[in-house]
T-cell receptor, first 116, second 113 residues
Framework: AQSVTQPDIHITVSEGASLELRCNYSYGATPYLFWYVQSPGQGLQLLLKYFSGDTLVQGIKGFEAEFKRSQSSFNLRKPSVHWSDAAEYFC??????????????FGKGTKLSVIP | SQTIHQWPATLVQPVGSPLSLECTVEGTSNPNLYWYRQAAGRGLQLLFYSVGIGQISSEVPQNLSASRPQDRQFILSSKKLLLSDSGFYLCARGYRATNYGYTFGSGTRLTVV
């Protein structure tokens, strides 16, 4: 079965600083990988996804993520954080659950705080 | 549009009262539908998922049940709420035959008092 680990429960960065959120996955085949963001009291919004091809994926809001198969990682990055990026971030791996259905397994999330 | 509608947005219910949360989705037919719960500091907990009308899979035995009476309608219910049922409930849809990830609703904040 697939699994996702987000080692950092809470990260605090200063506005304008760079950001990297870590994600490690476990899956026997080529993974489908996702990053979602959740603002307080809101649903989850898709930031970016990786299926195949270029291992550096660009997403919305200036985020990018790099797939590294050798490290089983899919870390999320942003060169300069804005105060509005304060939210909770979830990494997920998707797998075929049979009959053409896909199921996502989520990490426990990383809460990002931004200091002005 | 693949919009998901969830209501109500906020709910305060006494212990022992019943619960019904509704989720309806727009867009392509025969979606996979999911109910998740977030309790403080516990991430996303998958409660139920459905691959079709009347088909419900339960991931966690608990005080809740789910039903799918129509293709684009998914309902989360309880006959008697417990304090531990408090949390943020999210409905999500997946896409058959393609792994585009999930689309999430805006959630329902349930407080059991």
């Amino acid at each position: 079965a697939q699994s996702v680990t987000q080692p950092d429960i809470h990260i605090t960065v200063s506005e304008g600083a760079s950001l990297e959120l870590r994600c490690n996955y476990s899956y026997g085949a080529t993974p489908y990988l996702f990053w979602y963001v959740q603002s307080p009291g809101q649903g989850l919004q898709l930031l970016l996804k990786y299926f195949s091809g270029d291992t550096l994926v660009q997403g919305i809001k200036g985020f990018e993520a790099e797939f590294k198969r050798s490290q089983s990682s899919f870390n999320l990055r942003k060169p300069s954080v804005h105060w509005s990026d304060a939210a909770e971030y979830f990494c997920a791996v998707g797998a075929d659950s049979g009959a053409g259905s896909y199921q996502l397994t989520f990490g426990k999330g990383t809460k990002l705080s931004v200091i002005p | 549009s693949q919009t998901i509608h969830q209501w109500p947005a906020t709910l305060v219910q006494p212990v022992g009262s019943p619960l019904s949360l509704e989720c309806t989705v727009e867009g392509t037919s025969n979606p996979n539908l999911y109910w998740y719960r977030q309790a403080a500091g516990r991430g996303l907990q998958l409660l139920f998922y459905s691959v079709g009308i009347g088909q419900i899979s339960s991931e966690v035995p608990q005080n809740l049940s789910a039903s799918r009476p129509q293709d684009r309608q998914f309902i989360l219910s309880s006959k008697k709420l417990l304090l531990s049922d408090s949390g943020f409930y999210l409905c999500a849809r997946g896409y058959r035959a393609t792994n585009y990830g999930y689309t999430f609703g805006s959630g329902t904040r349930l407080t059991v008092v």
